[in-house]
């Protein structure tokens, strides 16, 4: 990557860093599936010195197990505490996109912890799903406002970033990517061809 590419993700991550400091005194419960993206949020999080929860869905999920054990993992590693719902149904899905997957995950955090209350997600830049998209961000901040009046927020602080430049962030920042989990396909070993394991392939080479 060109040292000057690489300097303008940093001053990128200062000035995000800076903006979510602004908010520092409310908690940040954030939406852990304990895969990369996620994990790196945390990360971020941590390193700008805000109070952190995770919470993570069981949804019926093919890499369910994994994705489980990798949470706890990620919880241990960095010391903060955690809670694992269990929907206990199987929402719709076509191809890898789970039918409202987010939206759910969202709404279910803020009707379970008083508020005020920050919800953080770690969807990025190019990803292919409205709910990954600063659309969705936009569309769940004002159905949230309906509800709670501006006390509850949804933040998504790489929403501008691109997945390559998550994973200079976990390769400098030494975020514990080894502890993490992907795969959308099945449990432990990762399948190597699903969207997930090719977006992280990049970690694991050079």
Do not use: W
């Not at 069981?58 to 960095?78: D, P, R, V, W």
């Not at 899905?93 to 920050?118: G, M, T």
């Not at 994973?167 to 396909?185: A, H």
């Amino acid at each position: 990557m060109p040292v000057s590419k690489f300097i303008s993700i940093f001053i990128t991550i200062f000035i995000v860093g800076i903006n979510v400091q602004k908010n520092a005194g409310t908690k940040v419960l954030l939406l852990s599936s304990g895969g990369v993206d996620s994990t790196a949020l945390l990360d971020f999080y941590l390193r700008t010195r805000n109070e952190v929860e995770c919470l993570h869905f069981q949804y019926g999920q093919k890499n369910a197990k994994s994705e489980k054990e990798a949470f706890n993992k990620i919880l241990s590693h960095y010391k903060v505490n955690g809670r694992i719902i269990d929907l206990g149904f199987v929402p719709c899905k076509s191809s890898y996109e789970v039918s409202c997957r987010n939206a759910l995950f969202v709404l279910i955090a803020a009707s379970i912890n008083e508020s005020p209350l920050r919800l953080a997600l770690g969807i990025h830049e190019d990803s292919r799903y409205y709910d990954c998209s600063r659309r969705f961000i936009d569309d769940c901040q004002k159905i949230l406002d309906g509800y709670f009046a501006g006390t509850v927020r949804v933040e998504a602080p790489f929403i501008g970033f691109k997945k390559s430049e998550i994973i200079v962030y976990c390769k400098n920042f030494k975020v514990p990517t080894n502890l993490t989990y992907s795969c959308l396909r099945q449990n432990s070993p990762p399948c190597g061809q699903c969207p997930a394991c090719l977006d992280n392939k990049e970690l694991y080479e050079g």
